[in-house]
């Protein structure tokens, strides 16, 4: 099994940066894929980013997409979400999520077999 945990998260005033962290251990794959999920009360989970073990190929949500840039540093088992020009709108609960070999595609949270327990990130207008 993987183990993902996460940090970074925190209060930023709106316009502001946060980069967040997710951690591997433990049965790491050379065959997943690794995302960013985001879910704010109420709301379902959603997809924000996502990387290929090698961190040729990334995606992003339209939502963010110029403003956030997701990368991986292999040596350290780490991916990362660097979040900038940050919105209200942004404010959520983060969840970085490791994907199955055999995922069909990394937009949604069926495609995904482990995740970190989340990471509270708080925007201020």
């Known amino acids: 099994q993987v183990q993902l945990v996460e940090s970074g998260g925190g209060l930023v005033q709106a316009g502001g940066s946060l980069r967040l962290s997710c951690a591997a251990s433990g049965r790491t794959s050379s065959s997943y894929k690794t995302g960013w999920f985001r879910q704010a009360p109420g709301k379902e989970r959603e997809f924000v980013a996502a990387?290929?073990?090698?961190?040729?190929?990334?995606y992003y949500a339209d939502s963010v997409k110029g403003r956030f840039t997701i990368s991986r540093d292999n040596a350290k088992n780490t991916v990362y979400l660097q979040m900038d020009s940050l919105k209200p709108e942004d404010t959520a609960v983060y969840y970085c999520?490791?994907?199955?070999?055999?995922?069909?595609?990394?937009?949604?949270?069926?495609?995904?077999?482990?995740w970190g327990q989340g990471t509270q990130v708080t925007v201020s207008s």
């Open positions: 990387i290929t073990r090698t961190g040729d190929d990334t």
């Open positions: 999520a490791a994907s199955s070999p055999w995922s069909a595609s990394i937009y949604y949270t069926q495609d995904y077999a482990y």
